[in-house]
């Protein structure tokens, strides 16, 4: 990644230092940029020292997708207040900064600019993520788990810091296998008549597929009906319960999952997926820039759960 590519990535905020450094006010010391990525947002902080007599026109930040600006100054670290406004009215959004209220003994500012952006474009540039099954086993699946950053000195001719937090890591864990494994052959068999009907358009075969099924169902009259069976499975699936059969560790952590495909996708309601997709998250910046972590898929556990649910009434 070029340093082009960079100044493309980060083109609000080549926006936001033309604004500061046309004033003629303000020399930048230092930038530091962060990505947010559950709060969809970035943070770009600037340090800036005063050039001259700040009595000069306000600046406008207009046009740019901003959340909020906040200004500290030093020697004290106290919070600037009253020299930010925000545009109201019209087609124009943004915010007008009075650096007339600014402190005029202040030796340096700190401006911070929270842009409300949609995060996952930009980590697509900025990190390479890689994940593969490390270790298959009956108790438990193993995922290797990897991100870093992929231009490093890049970055680092640029920005004084770097902070992406809460990186976005998703691994589709199958489990359909461990379902079919635990399901007996005969609730199998209705399952796959039931979504023989589904398909079915000519009225004749659905008849006899409807009267397959009612044979079927009386071989065990008292066994639990496929609908309910179905519903006790599906509360495996929801994300409080199935992340239980789910560690993720060292340098990444476990934020939610959700169900994949059905599998069988005809159906007119839900039976089990095909995998379940796991997203945990971890951090990188310029001085921690990659992190390895591990997902532990706990099957032997999961598949007694299966068992459960399908055999308790």
């Known amino acids: 990644m070029s340093l082009s590519a960079i100044s493309r990535i980060f083109k609000v905020t080549d926006v936001i230092d033309r604004i500061l ?9 230092s930038k530091d940029f962060q990505l947010k990525s559950l709060e969809g947002t970035m943070e770009y902080s600037v340090v800036v020292s005063p050039k001259s007599d700040l009595k000069i026109k306000s600046l406008s930040f207009k046009d740019i997708d901003l959340r909020r600006i906040l200004i500290t100054s030093s020697p004290g670290f106290s919070e600037v207040k009253g020299s930010i406004s925000r545009i109201e009215g019209g087609l124009t959004k943004g915010f007008i900064l009075d650096p007339t209220k600014l ?15 949609e995060i996952e474009p930009f980590m697509k540039d900025l990190v390479r993520r890689d994940h593969q099954i490390d ?12 991100a870093q950053l992929k231009e490093l000195q890049s970055f680092k001719e640029v920005l004084r810091k770097l902070n992406l937090l809460d990186i976005p890591f998703i ?9 079919k494994m635990k399901f007996p052959a005969r609730r199998q068999k209705e399952l796959e008549i039931i979504a023989q009907w589904a398909r079915e358009l000519d009225r004749e075969r659905k008849r006899r597929l409807s009267y397959e099924h009612i044979t079927l169902k009386r071989i065990r009259p008292k066994e639990k009906d496929i609908t309910q069976l179905l519903r006790d499975l599906q509360a495996l699936f929801m994300p409080q319960t199935f992340k239980s059969f789910i560690d993720v560790g060292k340098e990444f952590h476990y934020s939610e999952c959700f169900q994949g495909a059905d599998f069988y996708d005809e159906i007119p309601f839900r039976t089990y997926p095909k995998w379940m997709s796991v997203l945990s998250r971890t951090d990188l910046s310029l001085e921690k820039p990659a992190a390895e972590g591990e997902l ?4 032997k556990h999961f598949q007694d ?7 308790h009434k």
Not at 137 to 145: A, H, K, M, P, Q
Not at 305 to 311: D, F, K, P, R, V
């Open 21 to 29: 450094l046309e004033s003629k006010a303000f020399d930048i010391t």
């Open 103 to 117: 402190d005029p003994s202040a030796n340096e500012f700190l401006f911070r600019f929270e842009i409300k952006s």
């Open 135 to 146: 270790s298959v086993g009956e108790e438990s699946s193993t995922y290797w788990l990897h």
């Open 171 to 179: 691994v589709n864990v199958g489990v359909h296998q461990d379902i």
């Open 296 to 299: 532990v898929y706990k099957r």
């Open 305 to 311: 759960a299966i068992e459960e649910a399908i055999t």
